[in-house]
């Protein structure tokens, strides 16, 4: 289980956090395999299409470009004049080699030796390649994403402006919608990873993935939608996969739950397809 101790570190620039045990950094490294292993063999090269219960239809990846981030990597702090010693002499990345985030991920999982040789070190305390908080809780959260086909997601369609007058906090993302899933997590029950549209490719992709004390923050006052239909494309293969009524009213109860209990103020946007279930359900309760 991850800890508030856990949770407030993984904010934090590696540099700035203790340097955990042997056992920590082992399975940091191991739950990064394992999700990296997730993506390639379930993520990599497919496209989701969602049709929502408000009849508003999304189509999203989770791209190459963006793992490292999901994963718990610092690309951005990595990729710049601050580390680039390091990574030539760790990595063997020198500072002209244009590197991505996917191959970046590749080259710390075969680098684990080196690395963490290199992080252990004290007079290397300023140069920690990983925090090791972030990577273990955010590619343990990556794994339970899982593909999506089992409707035991919800999705917001989040406003940023609405979470940050609620909390009087600045949301950096940009995430416009929020699937939602369960963590099995006692200090935060829902794991969220952010989509944001992208002209270029004209879809969503997954942006982050956010783990929260106050998970319920991202409930307040926001549109709820369940996911009715989906599709998964892998350019090879389409799959089609419709919510039963019974996957549809668990839904509906997680929902209901989490906006009873928290006092959330959430609207749930249902289209016909929903009507028509609960309709239907209501008439064979009264026959």
Do not use: W
């Amino acid at each position: 289980m991850i800890t508030t101790t856990e949770l407030k570190y993984i904010k934090s620039n590696a540099k700035d956090v203790p340097y955990p045990n042997t056992e920590y950094t082992n399975m940091a490294f191991d739950n990064l395999e394992n999700a990296f292993n997730l993506f390639k063999n379930t993520f990599q090269g497919k496209q989701y299409t969602i049709l929502l219960s408000n009849g508003e239809e999304i189509i999203f990846e989770i791209a190459d470009r963006n793992i490292c981030h999901l994963l718990g990597i610092d690309f951005q702090n990595l990729a710049s004049n601050y580390m680039s010693i390091t990574l030539d002499c760790v990595l063997n990345i020198d500072s002209n080699q244009q590197i991505n985030s996917f191959e970046l991920v590749e080259r710390i999982l075969e680098k684990r030796d080196e690395i963490l040789k290199h992080d252990s070190n004290y007079f290397n305390s300023n140069y920690r390649i990983l925090n090791y908080y972030r990577v273990y809780a955010k590619s343990k959260m990556f794994s339970k994403l899982e593909n999506f086909t089992k409707f035991d997601f919800g999705c917001i369609n989040f406003d940023k402006i609405t979470y940050e007058e609620v909390t009087n906090k600045v949301f950096n993302p940009n995430s416009t919608k929020m699937l939602f899933i369960k963590s099995n997590e006692s200090i935060s029950p829902y794991i969220f990873l952010g989509l944001i549209y992208d002209e270029k490719v004209k879809l969503y992709v997954g942006e982050t993935i956010l783990l929260d004390q106050e998970f319920y923050n991202y409930f307040i006052n926001q549109e709820l939608l369940l996911p009715i239909e989906l599709i998964k494309n892998d350019k090879k293969e389409l799959t089609k996969v419709i919510a039963t009524n019974q996957e549809k009213l668990q839904l509906l109860r997680m929902y209901k739950s989490i906006i009873e209990y928290y006092n959330t103020g959430s609207y749930i946007n249902i289209f016909n397809d929903y009507e028509t279930m609960l309709n239907n359900k209501q008439k064979s309760k009264s026959l």
